[in-house]
C-alpha cells in the first residue's frame, strides 16, 4: 500500500462554474415575489434610482451555483484543520439548528423586555458563564469578534484612567503580539513599547519591570502566548503593573488551553476577550461573524458597554440604561445575538466538561509536537499548551520554504498550519489541532508532515509545485495588489 | 462526551507517545498561584434533545408582527438561502488565508463585492464590517485618515445607536471634534449648521434617515465637498437602494450600511452585516478584507485576499483599522439572497416595500395621525399620535403586535410621535386590521 492511503488527499472531478453575472438571464426569479395588493404610490421627482444592476437566475442556478463553489472550499468537516491561534475545532450541528429557530431569526431588538425575557436569559446568564470560566467578575456580550472585544477592553482600559486623572498614553506589547493588539491600543489612542522575549520564549518579569512608568495604561498579553507557552512570570508582572498604576488586558485567543486549569482573576487579569468562533465551537464561517465577548474584574466592570440585562427581584430581566461611567455602546443592538446563541448552547452542552476539552487540546499539541520533532526544528522544546511551534530550518538548507510545506500538506488533504507567525520565530509553522481530533486522525496528520519532510529531501519539487490537486494552483498575490480588480465587470 | 473522542487508552498512548505520567504534568508551567482551585461553576451538562427543549422554551420574540424598523426589518427568506449557506464547506471554513483550497469563499465574496457595489454606485466594496453602527464608526475613521482631518459633522438623523457607538469609538481620541446637525422641519438635517464648521474631515448622513425621511444627499455631497470634506452616506435598510438614486451616483465618497435585509433575519440585532463602499482614489484608506481577481500559475482566473498592507496583521500599530474576523458568512448568505431575488426582483420587492408603507401612512393619517416632519420617506414615517393611541397600543401587545417604536425614547422632544413601518412580511389584510384596531 503506497503511502497515498495514509492520508485523506486524492484527486477528484472539479466542476467549473462562473461569476454569477456569466449566468442567468432577465426576467428569470429565484425568489418568490409576492404581488402588491394596495395602490402603487409615487415617489416625488427626482428621488427614484434604476435600482442594482444584478443578474436574475432561476432558483435551481443559484442552488448550483454555490454548492460547485462549496466544493471548492475546505472546512472543518472537510478534514483536520490544525490552524494555529484559530481554534478550528468541531462546530456543533445542534447549535446551528438552535441558532436558526424561528424564535430567535425572526426576533426584533426592540421589542419590549417582556416579550424576550427568554433571550434576556440567554445573555443574562452566557455573562455570568464566561465570566465563571476565565475566574472574573462580569462580562459583556456587545463586541463583534475578537478584535472588536480587544478595542473594547482597550476603550475600557482608557476609560478607567480617564475617570481616574490619569494621563497614560502608552502600552507594553510584547513582539509575540497579534497584529490585531497594536492595531487595537492604537485605536485608542495609544502608542506601544515593544516588549522583547525572553530566551525561554516567555517574558520576562526584569524586561517588563524596566518598561514600566507612569506613562504605561497598562500590558495586553496573550496567554498562553503565540508560541503555545504559559507565560510563567505573569503573576509577578501583572502585580508590578498594577502596583504601578497600570492595567493588564488579556488577549483571550488561547483560552482554549486554560478552561478549568488557570485563573486569570488571581492571574491578575483586568480584562479578555474570548473569540467564541475558537474557545466556544462557533463556526468560523469563512471569515465571521464571530463574537469577542469580554470579562472583566472588579476594576472595569462600571465601564463596561451598555446597555446591559439585569435580573429583577421578581426573577425576570431588564434593560439597565443607567451606567453612568460604561463606555458606551460597541453594537448597534445586543452584539452578535445568534452568534452568542450557539455559544451558550456549547457551554450548556459541555458545562464543566470544558476543562477536559483543554486539557485534551493540550495533550494533542503536545502529541503532534512529539511525533514531529525529529523532523522539524522546534525552537522551544519544552511542554506546549495547546499549540506548537516548528519552523522550517531543516528543511531551508534544501531551499524548501515554510509556504511549501503548506502547499503541499494541501495536496495531501490537510489544512495547513498557520505559517510565518508568530513573527519572533523565523519562518514558523504553527499548529494548533485542538481537541475535537481524534488520534487516528492526528496520526493521519502527523503522516502527512512526516511525507512532506521526506519528500523534501527526496523529490523536492513535489513541494514547489503544489497544490496541483486543487481547483487553482498557487494564485499571483503580486498581481492582485499591483492593479487591483476589486469588483467584476456586470456587462 | 460526543465532541471529545479521546478514549481512555487513546489518552494512555498518548501520554506515554509524550513522555509524560499525567495530564497534570502537561499543566506544570501554569505557576501555582494562577491555577484555578475549584471547579467550573457550571450546569450539569444537557444531552441534545434536553438542550433542544431548553432553547425552544427561551426562543420567545419571533412571533410578534412589529409595524416599525428602527435599524432591523422583517423580510422573507427563500428557503434556499439558509440552505446553501448552511454548507460546511463554507460554515466551517476560517478566513481564506490558503486561496488554492478557499476559492469557494473567495470568489462568492468577490460576487458579493461586485453585487453591493452596484447597490451603493461605488466601485470598492470591502468584504464586510461588523454590523452597520461599526461600519459608520469605521467611516468616520477613515474619512479622518483621507482628509488628514479631524473634524466631524454627524446628523441627529442618523441612527441613534449608530451615532452611540461613533461616540464610543471617538471618546478616547484627542482633539476630535464633533458637530450634530440638527432637523429640520422637513425631518431632514439643516446643512446650513455645516458652514459653521472648521475644516470638517466628513459629514455623516442617513438616507432614508430615522424618521424613514430621504435626505437630499446630492446637496449634502456639494456642501461638505465645498468645505473640502467627505459625504459619508449611511442607510439601514437596503432595500431603499432598490428603489432610490444610490448614494454614489448622489456624490457620496464612502457609503455604509446595515445589510441584514438582505437574507439575514433579525436574530434579535446580530448577527449584523456592516456593508462598506467607497471611491477608488481611497482604496487604500479602506478598513477590512478585500477580495480580489489574480491568475494562478497556469493563468487561470482565480481570487486572492489582496492589499493586505492595510491590515493589522502586516502593519500591526500603522494598520488602518484593527479589524480580522468580520461578517464573511453574512456576507456570503446575502449574496445567496441577492442572487436568489435578482436585480428585477429586488426592484419589485423595493417597490411593495415603498408602497405598502405609503399605504399604511394613508391608514393612519386617515385616522388622525399627524406628520411629525414633511420630507418624503421610504417604508417608515414618523407620526404623532392622537389622544387614546397609547391604550390601544398596549392592547395590542396582548395579542403580540408591537404598533409603532416611540420616539422620546431617543428624542425626547418629540413625545407624543412614534416611528412606523412595514414590509412585504405583512399582507394588506393585516395593515388593515392594524388600522382598525389602532383607535
Redesign the interface.
Known amino acids: 500500500m503506497s503511502s497515498e492511503y495514509k492520508v485523506p488527499g486524492q484527486s477528484g472531478l472539479v466542476l467549473a462554474e462562473e461569476l454569477l453575472w456569466e449566468k442567468g438571464r432577465k426576467g428569470r426569479s429565484g425568489a418568490s415575489i409576492p404581488a402588491s395588493k394596495v395602490p402603487s404610490a409615487k415617489l416625488p421627482a427626482g428621488l427614484e434610482g434604476p435600482g442594482p444592476d444584478w443578474p436574475d437566475l432561476a432558483e435551481h442556478q443559484v442552488a448550483r451555483h454555490y454548492t460547485r463553489l462549496s466544493t471548492w472550499n475546505f472546512g472543518v468537516d472537510t478534514g483536520t484543520y490544525p490552524l494555529g491561534s484559530c481554534t478550528m475545532k468541531y462546530n456543533p450541528k445542534i447549535n446551528e439548528e438552535l441558532a436558526g429557530l424561528p424564535g430567535f431569526a425572526k426576533a426584533h431588538p426592540l421589542l419590549p423586555s417582556e416579550a424576550v425575557q427568554g433571550e434576556l436569559q440567554i445573555i443574562h446568564e452566557l455573562e455570568r458563564f464566561l465570566a465563571e470560566i476565565v475566574g472574573l467578575e462580569a462580562a459583556s456580550l456587545q463586541p463583534g469578534a475578537g478584535a472588536h472585544g480587544e478595542l473594547c477592553g482597550m476603550l475600557l482600559i482608557a476609560a478607567h484612567h480617564r475617570h481616574n486623572k490619569q494621563k497614560r498614553t502608552k502600552v507594553l506589547m510584547p513582539d509575540t503580539a497579534h497584529g490585531t493588539n497594536p492595531a487595537s491600543a492604537a485605536m485608542c489612542g495609544f502608542s506601544e513599547i515593544k516588549v522583547p522575549l525572553g530566551p525561554k520564549g516567555y517574558l520576562e518579569y526584569a524586561t517588563v519591570e524596566k518598561l514600566m512608568n507612569d506613562e504605561v495604561a497598562g500590558l495586553m498579553v496573550t496567554n498562553p502566548n503565540t508560541l503555545g507557552l504559559f507565560e510563567t512570570e505573569l503573576v509577578k508582572i501583572n502585580e508590578m503593573i498594577h502596583r504601578r498604576g497600570g492595567l493588564v488586558y488579556g488577549d483571550g485567543a488561547n483560552l482554549n488551553a486554560v478552561m478549568g486549569r488557570a485563573d486569570l482573576g488571581k492571574l491578575g487579569i483586568d480584562v479578555v476577550h474570548y473569540n467564541t468562533h475558537k474557545t466556544l465551537s462557533t463556526p468560523h464561517g469563512g471569515g465571521g461573524p464571530g463574537a469577542g465577548p469580554v470579562a472583566v474584574g472588579k476594576t472595569l466592570t462600571p465601564y463596561l458597554p451598555g446597555p446591559r440585562v439585569v435580573r429583577k427581584e421578581d426573577g425576570g430581566y431588564e434593560w439597565n440604561e443607567d451606567l453612568p461611567l460604561s463606555i458606551g455602546r460597541m453594537h448597534a443592538f445586543h452584539g452578535q445575538f445568534r452568534v452568542l446563541v450557539r455559544a451558550y448552547a456549547y457551554v450548556l452542552t459541555m458545562g464543566a466538561m470544558l476543562k477536559d476539552a483543554s486539557e485534551l487540546a493540550v495533550l494533542n499539541a503536545n502529541y503532534v509536537k512529539e511525533k514531529l520533532k525529529d523532523l522539524y526544528d522546534l525552537p522551544f522544546p519544552q511542554h506546549c499548551m495547546h499549540e506548537c511551534v516548528f519552523t522550517n530550518a531543516l528543511q531551508e538548507p534544501g531551499k524548501i520554504s515554510t509556504l511549501d510545506i503548506a502547499k503541499r500538506l494541501i495536496d495531501l488533504g490537510f489544512h495547513p498550519p498557520t505559517i510565518y507567525f508568530p513573527l519572533v520565530v523565523h519562518s514558523a509553522i504553527m499548529i494548533e489541532p485542538t481537541e475535537t481530533e481524534s488520534k487516528e486522525e492526528l496520526d493521519a496528520f502527523i503522516a502527512g508532515m512526516r511525507q512532506v519532510a521526506l519528500e523534501a529531501r527526496n523529490t523536492p519539487d513535489l513541494l514547489r509545485e503544489a497544490p496541483t490537486r486543487t481547483v487553482r494552483r498557487r494564485l499571483d498575490d503580486v498581481a492582485a495588489a499591483r492593479r487591483p480588480v476589486l469588483t467584476g465587470d456586470m456587462k | ?1 460526543r ?4 478514549t481512555p487508552e ?2 494512555k ?3 506515554d ?4 505520567k499525567s ?1 497534570d ?7 501555582p ?5 475549584r ?8 444531552t ?1 434533545w434536553e ?2 427543549t ?11 408582527s ?1 409595524f ?1 424598523g ?3 426589518a ?1 423580510h ?1 427568506v ?1 428557503s ?1 438561502v ?1 440552505y ?1 449557506a ?20 473567495l ?5 458579493f ?3 453591493v ?3 451603493t454606485g461605488l ?3 470591502n ?2 464590517m ?5 461600519a459608520l464608526a469605521e467611516a468616520a ?1 477613515m474619512a479622518q485618515r483621507c482628509t488628514k482631518r479631524r473634524a466631524l459633522v454627524v446628523s441627529e438623523l442618523v ?1 441613534p ?2 451615532r ?2 461613533l ?3 471617538l ?4 482633539d476630535v471634534e464633533i458637530v450634530v446637525l440638527p432637523a429640520g422641519p422637513d425631518g431632514r438635517a439643516d446643512l446650513s449648521e455645516l458652514s459653521k464648521v472648521d475644516k470638517p474631515a466628513a459629514l455623516l448622513l442617513q438616507s432614508p434617515n430615522f424618521l424613514g425621511v ?1 435626505e437630499d444627499a446630492a446637496l449634502a455631497a456639494e456642501a461638505i465637498h465645498k468645505a473640502g470634506g467627505l459625504l459619508v452616506s449611511a442607510f439601514a435598510e437596503p432595500f431603499a ?6 448614494p454614489g ?1 448622489l456624490g457620496a465618497d464612502i457609503a455604509v450600511g ?1 445589510g441584514q435585509s438582505l437574507g439575514l ?8 452585516l456592516g456593508l462598506m463602499s467607497s471611491k477608488m482614489e481611497l ?1 487604500r484608506q479602506i478598513p477590512g ?10 493563468g ?1 482566473r ?3 485576499l ?4 492595510r ?9 488602518v ?12 448568505t446575502a ?2 439572497y ?15 416595500n ?3 408603507g ?2 399604511l401612512k394613508a391608514g393612519l393619517l386617515a385616522k388622525g395621525f399627524k406628520p411629525l416632519v414633511s420630507g ?1 420617506t421610504y417604508n417608515e414615517f414618523a407620526l404623532t399620535a392622537p389622544p387614546g393611541f397609547v391604550d390601544r397600543r398596549e392592547e395590542l ?1 396582548q395579542r ?1 403586535v ?1 404598533a409603532g ?1 416611540p420616539l422620546k425614547r431617543w428624542f425626547p422632544r418629540y413625545k407624543d410621535a412614534w416611528l412606523f413601518g412595514v414590509t ?1 412580511t405583512r ?2 389584510e393585516d ?1 388593515d386590521q392594524l388600522l382598525q384596531e389602532v383607535l
Not at chain 2, 289 to 298: F, K, S
Open positions: 462526551m465532541y471529545l473522542p479521546h487513546d489518552v498512548e498518548m501520554l507517545a509524550v513522555g509524560v495530564i504534568d502537561l499543566f506544570a508551567g501554569i505557576p498561584e494562577a491555577r484555578r482551585d471547579p467550573l461553576d457550571l450546569p450539569e451538562p444537557l441534545e438542550l433542544r431548553r432553547l425552544e422554551g427561551l426562543a420567545q420574540g419571533g412571533d410578534w412589529v416599525a428602527a435599524g432591523s422583517p422573507h427563500p434556499l439558509p446553501l448552511g454548507r460546511s464547506e463554507f460554515l466551517t471554513a476560517y478566513t481564506p488565508y490558503q486561496p488554492e483550497m478557499s476559492q469557494g469563499t470568489q462568492a465574496i468577490f460576487e463585492q461586485t453585487l457595489s452596484r447597490l466601485p470598492v466594496t468584504a464586510s461588523y454590523d452597520g453602527s461599526t475613521l441612527h445607536h449608530w452611540q457607538v461616540k464610543t469609538y471618546d478616547p481620541l484627542p430621504i437602494l432598490g428603489l432610490l438614486k444610490s451616483s446595515e433575519g433579525q436574530g434579535f440585532g446580530g448577527p449584523g482604496v478584507r478585500l477580495v480580489g481577481q489574480t491568475a494562478d500559475v497556469e487561470r482565480g481570487f486572492v489582496t492589499l493586505s498592507t491590515e493589522q496583521h502586516i502593519r500591526r500599530s500603522k494598520a483599522s484593527n479589524i480580522c474576523s468580520n461578517a464573511g458568512h453574512c456576507a456570503l449574496a445567496m441577492m442572487a436568489a431575488v435578482g436585480g428585477t426582483g429586488f426592484r419589485e420587492l423595493a417597490k411593495l415603498f408602497d405598502l405609503e399605504y418624503p401587545k403580540k408591537l417604536l412585504e399582507s394588506k395593515i
